[in-house]
């Protein structure tokens, strides 16, 4: 059984920055791909970005492009989402989640199997 545990929420300015944390047990992440969605209340998540463990490709939804950037450490069964330039647009639960597959990326939350808890991210003006 796999289990995703988010890490790394809180309060932060607007241009401000987090990095977010999603560590894994049960699985090793350089066999999957794994991404970062976020969810409004009310709203469907969303793709924020993902990351091929095996293959190292990266895939960013455009609201985020050149600000938030994802990375692997497999030694550590970790992924991060390294967050700068926080917009208050941004304030919204972080998950994590798994796709069991290497490659391609996937951009849909109804193709990851696993997922996080969760973990708040709030951004003020």
């Known amino acids: 059984q796999v289990q995703l545990v988010e890490s790394g929420g809180g309060l932060v300015q607007a241009g401000g920055s987090l990095k977010l944390s999603c560590a894994a047990s049960?699985?090793?992440?350089?066999?999957?791909?794994i991404g970062w969605f976020r969810q409004y209340p009310g709203k469907e998540r969303e793709f924020v970005a993902a990351?091929?463990?095996?293959?190292?490709?990266?895939n960013y939804a455009d609201s985020v492009t050149g600000r938030f950037t994802i990375s692997t450490d497999n030694a550590k069964n970790t992924v991060y989402l390294e967050m700068n330039s926080l917009k208050p647009e941004d304030t919204a639960v972080y998950y994590c989640?798994?796709?069991?597959?290497?490659?391609?990326?996937?951009?849909?939350?109804?193709?990851?199997?696993?997922w996080g808890q969760g973990t708040q991210v709030t951004v003020s003006s």
């Open positions: 989640a798994i796709y069991q597959g290497a490659f391609p990326i996937r951009r849909s939350s109804s193709e990851y199997q696993y």
């Open positions: 049960g699985r090793t992440f350089s066999n999957y791909v």
């Open positions: 990351i091929s463990g095996r293959y190292s490709s990266r």
